[in-house]
Each structure stands twice: as structure tokens, then as C-alpha cells.
């Protein structure tokens, strides 16, 4: 579900980003009016769990021929030794209509539906109670996710930014924090390459024990992780690019733009790949 484009090097870039139809605040037609205004040569939508935006965006694309559309996915998995944490995978060119992808991914926005909940149950425990009927409105007919329900928290006044939920209680590890049950990161990389896709570890520096999960990736059919990463620090990121030489994987990455709106937040195009890096994705995706 791509365009071909003219390819140059100096293009913009961005792999990494979400819309209304997961946890972001665009929609797949607004992300991409702000894509085509901030030059934006190659993008990845990336919603988590949902492919369901994908033929909007690329239909509002047709209106700026200097924009492409990759065909993405964010696949939430169970971390390989933590139960109190989670593990995110990235896929590239993956073919949205692959029964066994759409059939995975439905059943990943059930799992997501309930650990809403039980999350819900663990914040009134806390004495931060909140109606569950107010966050499905807040993700408007998306697949539930832990934004929807900080957003919720800010709402009602119990916190004073989004942010503040990931210090404590819903990040992974938290006090309200569920833990995913079924999906191994194997699973993942395996649906993703069923699918025709390229499979790449988001965020590395966000994963429990990323030390002993990154060299193992080669093994899953794992081609790349999340260097050029808007939210990691230069000094990061060139730790990342190092790690990703070192184990013959695909230096990827991206804004990871969700358009919360707050004073920090990375906007497309802030960080990205070059376009080697594309290239090598499209050819692993093609090889699967």
C-alpha cells in the first residue's frame, strides 16, 4: 500500500507515527495535510494494533504526489522475560489484506479492551477512580490504549500533563500497569513476515533488559531497531547506531507523533532514516 515517488537524498523521512485510529490525535487525513506542509517525503503510519487507517491516509496522499504512504504497523507484544512490562515491534510494507495479520490484530485489540480495564480497576484502587464509558469516548472507536486513559486522568483533574501517568502508573512497571499475556516477540516478527513485511524493535532504549533482547533480534528475523528516534538524545542514538552495526541490524526510526499538543512533542520529519535505510527495508520486505 505504497506510491512510488522520486527517491533523492535529501528527503524527509519519518517511519514512526499514529493516528486517530490508535492513540494519536490526527486523523489518518489531517497526519497527512501536516505531512505534505512539513515536506514530508516518505511516511509510515504506525497505529498500534490497527492497520485500519491506512487506506484513508493513502487516499488523502493522492492530493500531494511528492508524499508517500508505507504501509505500517506497531505490534504490542509480551516482553520475552518481563511480566510487568511490553515490548514494542515496528512493521514496514506489511500487505494489510493478510487474513492471519488482520485475524492477529483483531485479537490484540480484545487483549487491549480488557487491560483497559484491569488497568482501570488498579488506578481506583490508587484513589484515581475513572468511567471506563468516558475513555472508550476519548478514543472515539479506536483500540484502547494507555493515552486514552491518561488523558482521562488530566481530564479529571488528577494529574496536570499526559505525561505524568508514565511516571509511576501506567508505564511499564507501574503501579496501574497490566501486562500483556499471549503474543511473544517472536510471534510478532513472524506475523509481520507472513504479512511481507520487515519487522524492527521500536524504541530500544524504552524495553526492560534491551541489553540481552537486541542481540537475540537476528534470530526472530528482526532486521532493524529504532536509532533515528526523535526522543532519544544525540549521545543515544549514536550508543543505538553502534548497537545496530554491531549486530547487522537496519538503523530505522522516526517522530513517533501522536499530536498531543504538548510544548516538547517531536513533529514529523524531526528525525528519521536516510534513504538507504528505506531501501534496505523494502528489499528484506520484498525477500520475505
Known sequence: MARATQLTETMKIDLHMH???SDGRLTPTALV??????????AALTDHDSTEGLDEAVAAADAHPSLRIVSGIEISASHPTRGDSDVHLLGY????????????LSALREEREERGRRML???????????????????????????HIAHAMVERGYLTHYKDAFNGLLNNGGEAFVGRSGVTLEDAACTIRSAGGAAVLAHPLYVEEYETIVPRLPDMGIVGIEAHYANFSEEEQRF????AMRYGLLPCGGSDYHAMGYEDEALPGTDGPPLEVLEALERLAGAG
Open 121 to 147: 480497576a488498579n488506578l481506583e484502587r490508587l484513589g484515581y477512580p475513572l468511567d471506563w464509558e468516558r475513555v472508550q469516548e476519548i478514543a472515539a472507536g479506536a483500540s484502547i490504549g494507555r493515552p
Open 240 to 243: 543505538l547506531f553502534g548497537l
Open 33 to 42: 495535510e501536516l505531512l505534505a506542509q512539513r515536506d514530508i517525503s516518505v
Open 93 to 104: 510494507f506489511v500487505d494489510c489484506s493478510d487474513t492471519a495479520l488482520q485475524r492477529q
Open 19 to 21: 493516528s486517530t485510529r
